[in-house]
């Protein structure tokens, strides 16, 4: 059976907003693995291309969260209800501000919010770190 669409429905947000969230949870799986393999190998020169996969793949991550906070607020602010997350926590009749903490009202918002946290810190130990080479802890 094809896939059933009705007049004014808007699907496309959806869709970006799947193909962003496997390009992210991907993108964070290979940046872990990448940055892992770079500590292991720290005085080896393959060291520098995993580093360098890592940085990728964290910036791409990186990239794909706020892709995806900004199709929710997308979405969020002008009411596109075919959206369960939109349906559950926005209503005509509320203000911007409600609507901007209603972003983080379920437990989906709350993740994002966490992911969103989670890359600016990223971003910024990477751009702290001197030359971006992994450092060794003192023992």
């Known amino acids: 059976m094809a896939n059933i669409q009705y007049a004014g429905e808007h699907l496309m947000p959806g869709v970006i907003g799947n193909a962003a969230i496997m390009t992210s949870f991907v993108a964070g799986i290979v940046a872990s693995i990448a940055y892992f393999f770079a500590t292991q190998q720290r005085d080896t020169p393959q060291a520098s291309k995993w580093l360098q996969i890592g940085r990728f793949s964290f910036a791409l ?20 209800y075919e959206y369960q997350y939109v349906q559950a926590h926005v209503s005509e009749d509320l203000p911007m501000r409600y609507i901007f903490s209603a972003f983080w ?11 969103f946290w989670h890359v600016v810190l990223g971003g910024i130990l990477m751009v702290a770190a001197k030359n971006g080479k992994p450092q060794r802890c003192p023992s």
Not at 64 to 78: D, E, K, P, R
């Open 61 to 80: 991550h990186g990239l794909s969260v706020f892709t995806i906070i900004g199709l929710l607020f997308f979405m969020m602010i002008n009411q596109y």
């Open 105 to 115: 009202e379920g437990q989906e918002g709350s993740f994002l919010l966490w992911m």
